[in-house]
């Protein structure tokens, strides 16, 4: 318990002290601020501007007016408003496939460069293979043949066909960082293998994870609209990879008039991954000393 | 004494000789190519017939709604799917192996009675074809890119190129699509985008002819030119940081004592000790590339094997499904076996390593 304590203070410490150095980057900034903002969006937003429930002929695809920033759609219901609306899934399944599959990838990962030996060539012998083997279509054959309902269940199976190739870092990653002086210092202290990893070993990783892990959840968005586009994912909610699906299939594409409709979800998506981009190379820059341009 | 020395010799050999195999690097890796394929068509004999709510019960459930008894539609989907029920488990997993050795991937549900592997060779070239250009193109294009990139080093042709390829390295594939269609197709009116629909013109007879060519182009050159762009993203930063890493070895200042030419340092010396990682990065980007062709070859009804894949996913064409999934992976490995091979060629130190051991 004491151990998990001094985690979590670590941790904390070490984001503090992450954010106060990536402030002054900007493009680390403008991703960073963004990512929040959208989250906050797709999860406040909704109470303040809950989503229209009837169409409204009269306002079929509008384009940019003083009344609907962004246009209405081909039932008259205002862009914005689904775009606020239609974010909570992506950024729910986003941050749950991250986490998810770097916990996974974490604790094999670690587990394997710690125990090392046939275990670990094994393991990672299993990890190489995996990683030729094309994860989309996979995915799209076991989404089908599951036929999931929710979020979390896809979520879930995204974690388990991502994890592998994570894995692969975070032992290379544990490897590098087991040799290092103070982690050695600490092994000779006898400070206990839980305490090295908790306090020694993962703060100092912590920077590597968080760029990991948002890497993966900007392709958690991008297997998840594809999904949704191939028609596997069901519609039951007005998301923004259903939002430009629709769009497609009502042939916005060939209406110039329409073209909100297309563009206000795509920008969405875009901004996102874009946001969560910026912000994990700007983590990257900043600690990757090799990568870092002159300030 | 000469006996005894001749049968030390000879087991010595033998062993040698398994020695030998077992680290011989090229078989090492055709090995592990087979291992990945026979693991993927187990997972896919799972998905089909051992999971609950498998495909082949979905089958079974579908055929019964449609007035079939049964019986008779346990019989239909069996023969569907090339599977003999009344065998015990393991004996249809031993039917199911020895069927997808031989080429017999079973019929098609939806287009009554067209043979799966038929379906799969009409449309495989075009894949191979646009897939295998566009990696070629990425390949190059990013390799030179990432060179630049390097040398010019916080000049504004790197902010600039850098900043692009992290920009296209974010936005998915599926989005960088459809911007295509909308910009070139719809709001510049660049390129024909109804015309170019399917991998060529109708009534346009194969052969090398200049007609012929010129008309697969028309049809393939959107959809590369996405190919390239969700792709070179990062093969263009990851060159640029090798490039850079490489720059700071002690070889390159040596050989900058030395006095060689820039052009002899960037050939010999950089660009091949910068190149050779991203070899080992093939393997995740042929999977990328042809995953992306799922929902791109849908986007741009260029009828591939990702078409194919996505269109029998909708119809719920579980043969076809389970073959064109297997088709992939197989390609796929096998490309990452030829990016070995090539590795190997180029870096002999691998081969070094492997008879080390």
Redo the contacts between chains.
């Keep these: 318990m004491h151990i998990f304590y001094e985690f979590v203070t670590g941790f904390w410490q070490e984001s503090v002290k992450t954010f106060k150095i990536l402030s002054r980057n900007k493009m680390g900034l403008f991703g960073f601020t963004m990512t929040i903002l959208i989250i906050l969006m797709s999860f406040i937003g909704p109470l303040i501007w809950p989503p229209e429930v009837s169409a409204n002929v009269s306002e079929i695809n509008k384009g940019s007016s003083a009344q609907h920033w962004l246009g209405t759609d081909f039932q008259g219901q205002d862009n914005l408003r689904k775009i606020i609306n239609g974010g909570k899934d992506i950024v729910t399944i986003a941050l749950l496939t991250g986490t998810l599959s770097m916990l996974i990838a974490v604790a094999v990962g670690s587990f394997s460069a710690f125990i090392g030996g046939r275990v670990d060539s094994l393991l990672m012998?299993f990890v190489?293979?995996w990683?030729?083997?094309?994860?989309?279509?996979?995915l799209?054959?076991?989404a089908?043949?599951?036929?999931l309902k929710d979020v979390v269940m896809l979520s879930v199976l995204m974690a388990i066909l991502d994890w592998p190739?994570l894995a692969r870092q975070v032992r290379s990653q544990v490897l590098t960082l087991k040799n290092r002086e103070y982690i050695e210092a600490a092994t000779m202290l006898d400070l206990g293998t839980p305490r090295i990893i908790f306090r020694e070993l993962l703060p100092n990783m912590m920077s590597f994870i968080a760029i990991s892990t948002i890497f993966e959840m900007?392709h958690a968005?991008?297997q998840q609209?594809?999904l949704v586009?191939?028609?596997?994912v069901p519609y039951s909610s007005a998301n923004w990879g259903v939002m430009?699906s629709a769009a497609?299939r009502r042939g916005v594409?060939?209406n110039?008039q329409a073209?909100w409709s297309?563009?206000a979800p795509?920008a969405a998506?875009?901004l996102f991954?874009?946001a969560?981009?910026?912000f994990a190379?700007s983590l990257d820059e900043v600690f990757n000393p090799?990568?870092r341009?002159?300030v | 004494m000469t006996t005894i020395t001749t049968s030390t010799t000879s087991r010595h050999s033998f062993l040698d000789v398994i020695r030998k195999v077992t680290s011989n690097y090229l078989l090492r890796r055709l090995g592990?190519a087979l291992?990945?394929i026979w693991?993927?068509t187990t997972?896919t004999f799972f998905?089909?017939r051992a999971?609950p709510?498998?495909?082949i019960d979905?089958l079974m459930q579908d055929l019964t709604a449609q007035g079939v008894s049964p019986e008779d539609a346990r019989d239909q989907a069996a023969a569907l799917m090339g599977i003999d029920l009344d065998q015990p488990l393991s004996g249809q997993y031993l039917d199911y192996l020895n069927n997808v050795i031989h080429g017999e991937l079973g019929h098609s549900y939806r287009s009554a009675g067209l043979l799966v592997t038929k379906m799969i060779t009409t449309v495989l070239p075009w894949t191979l074809f646009s897939v295998g250009l566009a990696l070629l193109i990425t390949f190059v294009l990013g390799i030179a890119l990432g060179t630049i990139m390097a040398y010019k080093r916080?000049t504004w042709i790197d902010h600039l190129l850098s900043n692009l390829a992290?920009?296209l390295?974010?936005?998915?594939?599926?989005?960088i699509g459809?911007?295509a269609?909308?910009f070139f197709?719809?709001?510049w009116k660049l390129v024909p985008i109804m015309e170019m629909r399917g991998s060529m013109s109708s009534g346009m007879k194969p052969g090398f002819t200049i007609a012929f060519l010129a008309d697969i182009f028309k049809h393939v050159r959107v959809i590369l030119l996405v190919y390239v762009l969700s792709s070179i993203g990062s093969w263009m930063l990851q060159m640029k940081?090798n490039t850079?890493?490489t720059l700071g070895e002690d070889y390159v200042t040596v050989a900058r004592a030395r006095g060689l030419t820039d052009g002899r340092i960037l050939t010999a010396y950089v660009g091949r000790n910068a190149t050779l990682p991203l070899f080992t990065r093939l393997?995740?980007s042929?999977?990328?590339i042809?995953?992306?062709s799922?929902?791109l070859e849908?986007?741009f009804t260029y009828q591939g094997v990702?078409f194919l894949?996505?269109k029998s996913?909708?119809q719920?064409d579980y043969p076809v499904?389970?073959g064109?999934?297997l088709v992939?992976?197989v390609s796929?490995?096998f490309a990452?076996l030829l990016a070995d091979y090539i590795y190997g060629w180029l870096d002999p130190r691998v081969h070094i390593l492997g008879e080390d051991n």
């Design positions: 012998e190489n293979i990683l030729t083997i094309p994860k989309f279509p996979l799209a054959v076991l089908t043949v599951l036929a190739a900007t968005i991008y609209t594809g586009f191939l028609g596997i430009i497609e594409l060939f110039p073209a297309i563009i795509m998506i875009i991954q874009l969560l981009v910026s190379r090799r990568l341009t002159s | 592990k291992f990945t693991f993927v997972i998905v089909i999971m709510g498998s495909a979905v916080d992290a920009t390295d974010a936005v998915s594939p599926y989005l459809l911007l269609i909308l197709g719809i709001i940081s850079v890493a393997a995740i042929v999977g990328f042809v995953g992306g799922v929902l849908t986007l990702g894949l996505a996913i909708s719920r499904m389970q064109v999934f992939i992976t796929v490995v990452n």
